[in-house]
């Protein structure tokens, strides 16, 4: 309903009533403070019903809209604090991931790098062990050599020495003799390289 509207036709009337009566008076136009009360009155009592009943349930919808809108409002603005905390939780789960893969990837070089470093020590120690097995192998095997050919040349001057000798040269006294001869002439030789 237009209040205006209302209000427009209640003051026409007012003003026909007045020009009714104004004609009976012979007045142009004359104003009747009664009906302009009656009038009044009138408009403010419509009016007071108008707002008790239309004003009250159109402020109340109003008033719900509002509150959904600022409810709406509060709701997209809490939103996109949650997105945005999200966002920010995503950064540092991702940021965490990172470290801890190079961390792990540290970690795998340096075992890596000292596994590499164990294998080339433990494998110079077991070359210098082959070194020196080798080495205590190629000297028992020259002792042996050395000791063999004492023996040979031990008997080859026995048999030699009982040539010109013209008997065999036997027992333990002669071979003691060429032994220690052997062992001297060794000694002076050895000294002379």
């Known amino acids: ?21 104004g004609e009976a ?27 008790e009943f239309a004003f009250a349930g159109l402020a109340k919808t109003l008033e719900d809209r509002r509150a959904r809108i600022e409810q709406g ?25 990172r ?12 075992v890596a790098s000292e596994t590499r470093e164990q294998d080339i020590a433990a494998t110079r120690e077991e070359l210098g062990r082959m070194r020196d097995r080798a080495a205590a192998e190629i000297d028992a095997e020259k002792q042996r050599a050395i000791a063999e050919l004492r023996a040979e040349v031990t008997d080859l001057a026995l048999a030699a020495a009982g040539r010109v000798v013209g008997d065999a ?18 000694n002076a030789g050895g000294s002379q390289n």
């Not at 237009?2 to 007012?14: H, K």
């Not at 920010?88 to 991931?97: G, I, V, Y």
């Not at 040269?169 to 060794?186: E, H, I, P, W, Y």
């Open 25 to 51: 008076a012979s007045e142009p136009f004359q104003i009747n403070i009664f009906w302009v009360i009656v009038a009044a009155s009138t408009f403010v009592l419509f009016f007071l019903l108008v707002k």
């Open 73 to 97: 409002l509060q709701d997209a603005e809490q939103a996109r604090r949650d997105r945005e905390s999200a966002e920010q939780e995503r950064l540092a789960a991702l940021q965490e991931a």
């Open 1 to 21: 309903m237009d209040i205006l509207a209302v209000v427009r036709d209640g003051v026409r009337q007012v003003v026909e009533l007045a020009a009714e009566g």
């Open 169 to 186: 040269m036997t027992g333990d006294r002669q071979r003691k003799l060429v032994a220690d001869f052997l062992a001297q002439s060794g």
């Open 99 to 110: 470290r801890e893969a190079n961390e792990i990837i540290n970690r795998a070089q340096k």
